[in-house]
């Protein structure tokens, strides 16, 4: 199952809205997980289940889809936003991470 | 808590092996099967495989079969990659990860240079 994420870099202003598109080649059902990778941080889980905010991450972040469409928002970016956003789908056996989409700040 | 902790950087010779262990504590080892992912330099995450602690079966992506070795010991509640005739194009950033729910190993970087 391969993953395309869209767009592969965005710049955006503080306060922004910000929506970054995956797409899955087949459907997962909500098998889908979206991550931050900060710069030289370990990545660490947003969203589960395609729309499980993790417990602890900020409530601006939010995802949405199901099948082969998937979003994450973030609504009224911050500074600390800037990061690489990974989807993952894990509809098993095998799991398969999108390519990426760097988000940094206008 | 959970908490993954992995061997240091390495840097080794085309051919050579390397071996990079993932030490697990907070849990019971053998509940939860552990994942390898790689990150080359500059470039995104990229799945290998996973182990099953409970009988050590491990799977391969399709893109680390041949000379990527999953192996365990349950006994030290620990988990190793081995990579086998290094290329040039294994280096980058390895990580260990429960079931990505939990916080990642924090990454052993591999280096391979002549």
């Known amino acids: 199952i391969q993953l395309t994420q869209s767009p592969s870099s965005l710049s955006a202003s503080i306060g922004d809205t910000v929506t970054i598109s995956c797409r899955a080649s087949q459907g997962i059902s909500d098998y889908l997980n979206w991550f931050q990778e900060k710069p030289g941080t370990v990545p660490n889980l947003l969203i589960y289940g395609a729309s499980h905010l993790k417990e602890g991450a900020p409530s601006r972040f939010s995802g949405s889809g199901s099948g082969t469409e998937f979003t994450l928002t973030i609504s009224g970016l911050q500074p600390e936003d800037i990061a690489t956003y990974y989807c993952?789908?894990?509809?098993?056996?095998?799991?398969?991470f999108g390519q990426g989409t760097r988000l940094d700040i206008k | 808590q959970v908490h993954l902790v992995q061997s240091g950087s390495q840097l080794k010779k085309p051919g050579a092996s390397v071996k990079i262990s993932c030490q697990a504590s907070?849990?019971?080892?053998?509940?939860?099967?552990m994942n390898w992912v790689r990150q080359a330099p500059g470039q995104g995450l990229q799945w290998m495989g996973l182990i099953n602690t409970k009988n050590g079966n491990p799977t391969y992506a399709q893109d680390f079969t041949g000379r990527f070795v999953f192996s365990l010991d349950p006994a030290v509640n620990t988990a190793y990659l081995e990579i086998i005739n290094l290329k040039s194009e294994d280096a980058g950033i390895y990580y260990c990860?429960?079931?990505?729910?939990?916080?990642w190993g924090q990454g052993s970087r591999v280096s391979v240079s002549s």
């Open positions: 993952q789908q894990y509809d098993h056996p095998s799991i398969t």
């Open positions: 907070g849990y019971t080892f053998t509940h939860y099967a």
């Open positions: 990860a429960r079931d990505f729910h939990a916080p």
